[in-house]
């Protein structure tokens, strides 16, 4: 019955003009699911049921990419079994330590216990969660950024520094009239970027206002006791700050 079994199977064999079009509807709901990841994670923002919606549909995104890939690799396995398989085992072999951060990544990020502005520390570094890529974490330390593959979090472990309680959103008026150049929306962007007190799963929105170096910020701060702080970051860069009304 066995031997019927591999028989059937390395028989079954698929068209390439099958492939492409499996290829394609792979990718379409990939891309589909991703958009919806996209528009939840703003709403989400906003806390209630659209939250929970975020969470159902964020950990779907999570799992489409490998999914996809692995859908796509099975069908191109069947196009020619006997030697796109042993192109696959190869490519597999290969790429074998690549693909093991990559997986573990999926199921951190599965479990939730990893996101953009989280403070954790592996093993001798400590720093906030600037990036999470598919093989491995970016990570802003006060000795500059660091890049950490997941396995490195398998091998070493690591400690959540801070829990996942946020500040909400907050819009904020900077003036920068002490600046004698004219500064620039990305300028103010990378003063931003050294502020330790921004969740990062929101993306800081900045615009121009009609006068002369004034911005107006919204950000996502990761607890409410961070907004003194805040300000007073903000201040010290030579910038005056006030809560938009």
């Known amino acids: 019955m066995e031997l ?26 990939y891309w589909v699911v991703r958009i919806a990841d996209n528009i939840f994670k703003k709403a989400s923002l906003l ?18 990419e490998p999914l996809s890939l692995l859908i796509i690799l099975a069908s191109f396995i069947f196009i020619n079994p006997v030697v796109h398989g042993i192109m696959a085992l190869i490519l597999l072999l290969i790429s074998y330590q690549i693909l093991k951060s990559y997986f573990s990544g999926k199921v951190l990020q599965i479990k939730g216990e990893l996101f953009v502005g989280q403070k954790i520390k592996v093993h001798q570094t400590e720093g906030f969660i600037q990036k999470i890529g598919r093989t491995n974490l970016t990570l802003q330390t006060k000795q500059g950024v660091e890049y950490l593959s997941y396995m490195q979090l398998f091998d070493h472990g690591y400690t959540q520094m801070q829990g996942e309680k946020i500040g909400g959103l907050q819009a904020l008026i900077i003036n920068c009239e002490n600046v004698e150049q004219k500064l620039t929306i990305t300028d103010i962007k990378d003063k931003l970027w050294q502020s330790p007190y921004l969740d ?46």
């Open 4 to 29: 019927d079994h591999l028989h059937i199977l390395g028989s079954i064999e698929i068209s390439w003009a099958r492939w492409i079009f499996t290829s394609l509807l792979v990718f379409g709901i």
């Open 47 to 64: 806390g209630g049921l659209s939250a929970q919606i975020y969470q159902v549909i964020h950990k779907a995104f999570v799992m489409a």
């Open 200 to 245: 990062w799963s929101f993306d800081p929105e900045v615009s121009i206002t009609n006068i002369h170096n004034q911005f107006e910020i919204k950000v996502l701060l990761r607890e409410k006791n961070h907004l003194e702080d805040f300000k007073n970051l903000i201040n010290a860069w030579g910038y005056s700050c006030r809560l938009k009304n």
